[in-house]
């Protein structure tokens, strides 16, 4: 059984940092791509960043390019958000999901608050 397990969300200021951590147990984690999405209130889930098997690849959305940078370490089954320079527009609900084929997403975690205040 898959278990991916968001951690690391809270609240921070605007221009703040955090780091999200995605531990994974039931897969063969370094075969799976994985992804970070993020839901606001209201809103539809969107994605964030994905990033390859190898980690070798890495994808971002637009609206968070050069402020977020995935990672993974295949050792510790864990992939990693890091948040540099949050807005309050990145205030949302941030979850980890896996797949064997990039965008074809087939397991996902309970998601981590991110709070930004202004």
């Given at each position: 059984?898959?278990?991916?397990?968001?951690?690391?969300g809270?609240?921070?200021?605007?221009?703040?940092?955090?780091?999200?951590?995605?531990?994974?147990?039931?897969?063969?984690?370094?075969?799976?791509?994985?992804?970070?999405?993020?839901?606001?209130?209201?809103?539809?889930?969107?994605?964030?960043?994905?990033?390859?098997?190898?980690?070798?690849?890495?994808?971002?959305?637009?609206?968070?390019?050069?402020?977020?940078?995935?990672?993974?370490?295949?050792?510790?089954?864990?992939?990693?958000?890091?948040?540099?320079?949050l807005?309050?527009?990145?205030?949302?609900?941030?979850?980890?999901?896996?797949?064997?084929?990039?965008?074809?997403?087939?397991?996902?975690?309970?998601?981590?608050?991110?709070?930004?205040?202004?």
């Open positions: 059984q898959v278990q991916l397990v968001e951690s690391g809270g609240l921070v200021q605007a221009g703040g940092s955090l780091r999200l951590s995605c531990a994974a147990s039931g897969l063969t984690f370094s075969s799976y791509t994985m992804g970070w999405f993020r839901q606001a209130p209201g809103k539809e889930r969107e994605f964030v960043a994905r990033i390859s098997w190898s980690g070798g690849i890495t994808y971002y959305v637009d609206t968070i390019k050069g402020r977020f940078t995935i990672s993974r370490d295949n050792a510790k089954n864990t992939v990693y958000l890091q948040m540099n320079s807005k309050p527009e990145d205030t949302a609900v941030y979850y980890c999901a896996a797949g064997r084929v990039a965008g074809v997403w087939t397991s996902w975690g309970q998601g981590t608050q991110v709070t930004v205040s202004s």
